[in-house]
C-alpha cells in the first residue's frame, strides 16, 4: 500500500510512519512544521524517516487545498490515508482559537474532499481524542457515550471532525474510522504533555506545576501501544452496512486511569530524583478524570495495550535523557 500520513513530523504521525516502513510499505508524510513546539525536534523526527527510501516528504499545510490537490494528484497510488495532522492542546486553544479553526476544521474539510475524490482511497482513518468526552460522568468512557458537552474549544473541534467525517462516509461511501486518543506519551513525545513537562522540570530541579492541586487522573497511553491500534484500524476498514454509513469510532487508551500523583511517583523512581510541586487551581478546559472503555477496538481490532505505566516512563526518561544529552 501507498500511506499518505499526515502530521507525519509529529509524535504520533512520525511512530505511524516508521512503523508503516517497517512493514515495507510507502509513505507520503505531509507537515507544516508550524512552531506551536520546538521545531527542531519535529525536524529530528523527519531527518530518520527522510533515512529511508520508501518515505517522501512534503511541507505543505492540510489547510491549503490547492496545495494539497495538487500533491495528491501527483500520487495516484495512494490508497490510504492516516489523518493526525491538526492543531493540538486543550490549553492554548484558549489563546489562539483561530489556529484550530484553520487547522482542525478546515484541515479536516480538505481532507474529506480529497478523500471524496479518490478513486482507489481503501480507508481514510483520523485522530479524534479523549478530550470529545468533556462533562461526561460516566466512567471509563465509552464509545457509546453522548459527546455533546465539549469543555474546550479544541474539543469542540474534534467532535466536528467526527459529525463531518460521518456524513462524508455516509454521501460518498468512504470508509472512514476515528480514533479517539487517550493521553499518549512516549519517545519523541510533545514537549507541552505531561511526561514531558514534569522530567524536563524535575532534572532541572525546577518545581512541576500540578492543576487542580493534583487531584486529577488519565488513561495515559505508551506510544508503541497507540501505533498498534492505529495500523489495527487501517487494516480493517469498515463495510457498508444496510443503510448504515462504513463508518467507525474507537478509543485507544490503556483502559487503566492512572491517578497523576501516581504518575509522578513513578518519574521520582525511574529519574531517582524528588519532585518539588506548585500546587494550581483547576484549569480551563482541563478534564478531571479520564478512561477509556476499549471493549470495540479490543473485540474489531485487537487492540491490546501492553506497556506498562513504569516500563513507559523509563523508556521514555532514557530517551530525554539520551536526546538533550543529560
Not at 512516549?186 to 505531561?194: E, L, S, T, V
Not at 518545581?207 to 493534583?214: A, S, V
Not at 476499549?294 to 481490532?301: K, P, R, S, T, V
Amino acid at each position: 500500500m501507498t500511506i499518505l500520513v499526515t502530521g507525519a513530523a509529529g509524535f504520533i504521525g512520525y511512530h505511524v510512519c516508521v512503523a508503516l516502513l517497517e512493514r515495507d510499505e510507502n509513505v507520503i508524510g505531509v507537515d507544516n512544521l508550524n512552531d506551536y513546539y520546538d521545531v527542531s525536534l519535529k525536524e529530528s523526527r523527519l531527518e530518520l524517516l527522510n533515512k529511508n527510501n520508501k518515505f517522501l516528504f512534503y511541507p505543505i499545510d492540510i489547510s491549503d487545498k490547492n496545495e494539497m490537490d495538487g500533491m495528491v494528484a501527483s500520487h495516484p497510488e495512494i490508497d490510504g490515508i492516516i489523518h493526525l495532522a491538526a492543531q493540538a492542546g486543550v490549553r492554548y486553544s484558549l489563546e489562539n482559537p483561530f489556529a484550530y479553526v484553520q487547522s482542525n476544521l478546515v484541515g479536516h474539510v480538505v481532507m474529506l474532499e480529497i478523500s471524496r475524490n479518490m478513486k482507489g482511497l481503501k480507508h481514510f482513518v483520523y485522530a479524534s481524542s479523549s478530550s470529545v468526552y468533556g462533562g461526561n460522568e460516566n466512567l471509563p468512557f465509552s464509545v457509546e457515550d453522548k459527546v455533546d458537552s465539549p469543555i474546550s474549544l479544541y474539543a469542540a473541534t474534534k467532535k466536528s471532525d467526527e459529525l463531518m467525517t460521518h456524513s462524508y462516509s455516509h454521501l460518498y461511501a468512504i470508509p472512514s474510522t476515528g480514533l479517539r486518543f487517550f493521553t499518549v506519551y512516549g519517545p519523541w513525545g510533545r514537549p507541552d504533555m505531561a511526561a514531558f513537562l514534569f522530567t524536563k522540570a524535575i532534572l532541572a530541579g525546577e518545581p512541576i506545576k500540578l492543576f487542580n492541586h493534583g487531584d486529577m487522573k488519565r488513561d495515559f497511553t505508551y506510544i508503541d501501544d497507540i501505533v498498534d491500534g492505529v495500523l489495527a484500524a487501517l487494516d480493517n476498514p469498515p463495510q457498508k452496512d444496510g443503510k448504515k454509513a462504513p463508518y467507525k469510532i474507537y478509543n485507544l487508551g490503556n483502559n487503566k486511569s492512572e491517578n497523576l500523583m501516581y504518575f509522578i511517583k513513578i518519574l521520582e523512581q525511574v529519574l531517582d530524583k524528588k519532585v518539588k510541586f506548585d500546587l494550581m487551581p483547576m484549569q480551563d478546559g482541563d478534564m478531571k478524570d479520564t478512561y477509556a472503555n476499549i471493549d470495540a477496538a479490543a473485540n474489531e481490532l485487537g487492540f491490546s495495550p501492553k506497556t506498562s505505566l513504569k516500563e513507559g516512563l523509563q523508556k521514555f526518561t532514557e530517551w530525554y535523557k539520551k536526546y538533550y544529552k543529560i
